[in-house]
T-cell receptor
Framework: GAGVSQTPSNKVTEKGKYVELRCDPI?????LYWYRQSLGQGPEFLIYFQGTGAADDSGLPNDRFFAVRPEGSVSTLKIQRTERGDSAVYLC????????????FGSGTRLTVV | AQKVTQAQTEISVVEKEDVTLDCVYE???????LFWYKQPPSGELVFLIRRNSFDEQNEISGRYSWNFQKSTSSFNFTITASQVVDSAVYFCALSENRDDKIIFGKGTRLHILP
């Protein structure tokens, strides 16, 4: 597609539930990144994929967070047993090669845990 | 460890005034990239500029200019003759060459008053 697409744009879930957030990168972009942005803060790195593999998952806050990219294109961020502190905007970005080229960000998924 | 500091949390200026957004970074790498992104009220992060550590030339793009000074580890952003449409949150960011994630500052919220 023309840009990075994220779905849903908004998600409200109850504490303790499981959620999946989807990211469709720009066609041909091999690198894909997930970030989380809390209110009034800058985006915080979560995980980076190069192709199908997670090249760097050092930003995932705990084992409730997991992400996959099985075919090297679409990625899904999965959050188990959601907590109110998980409420944030989850941003996905893709780039053609490494981060030196700069990312293209999607519009994000606003997750609210009630 | 890499770090980006944007000391100005919020700035308000009257339209047509010039305004400079400060950015100070920390890195142990000799090769790195610096970025500025704009986040308008719509929420999407918009890429503005990328500089690599070997290119200290200042850059001008229309009303925007960037001053990169390795001696002070700063990468400041100036908007000349500001316009209301420039109102947004601006993020400075850093990526080390050996790494593929971009580390963002906390952002500066810029208000351009008519």
């Amino acid at each position: 597609g023309a840009g990075v697409s994220q779905t849903p744009s908004n998600k409200v879930t109850e504490k303790g539930k499981y959620v999946e957030l989807r990211c469709d990168p720009i066609s041909g972009h091999t690198a894909l990144y997930w970030y989380r942005q809390s209110l009034g803060q800058g985006p915080e790195f979560l995980i980076y994929f190069q192709g199908t593999g997670a090249a760097d998952d050092s930003g995932l806050p705990n084992d409730r967070f997991f992400a996959v990219r099985p075919e090297g294109s679409v990625s899904t961020l999965k959050i188990q047993r959601t907590e109110r502190g998980d409420s944030a905007v989850y941003l996905c970005a893709s780039s053609l090669t490494r981060s030196g080229d700069g990312y293209t960000f999607g519009s994000g998924t606003r997750l609210t845990v009630v | 460890a890499q770090k980006v500091t944007q000391a100005q949390t919020e700035i308000s200026v009257v339209e047509k005034e010039d305004v400079t957004l400060d950015c100070v970074y920390e890195t142990r790498d000799t090769t790195y990239y610096l970025f500025w992104y704009k986040q308008p009220p719509s929420g999407e992060l918009v890429f503005l500029i990328r500089r690599n550590s070997f290119d200290e030339q200042n850059e001008i793009s229309g009303r925007y200019s960037w001053n990169f000074q390795k001696s002070t580890s700063s990468f400041n952003f100036t908007i000349t003759a500001s316009q209301v449409v420039d109102s947004a949150v601006y993020f400075c960011a850093l990526s080390e060459n050996r790494d593929d994630k971009i580390i963002f500052g906390k952002g500066t919220r810029l208000h351009i008053l008519p």
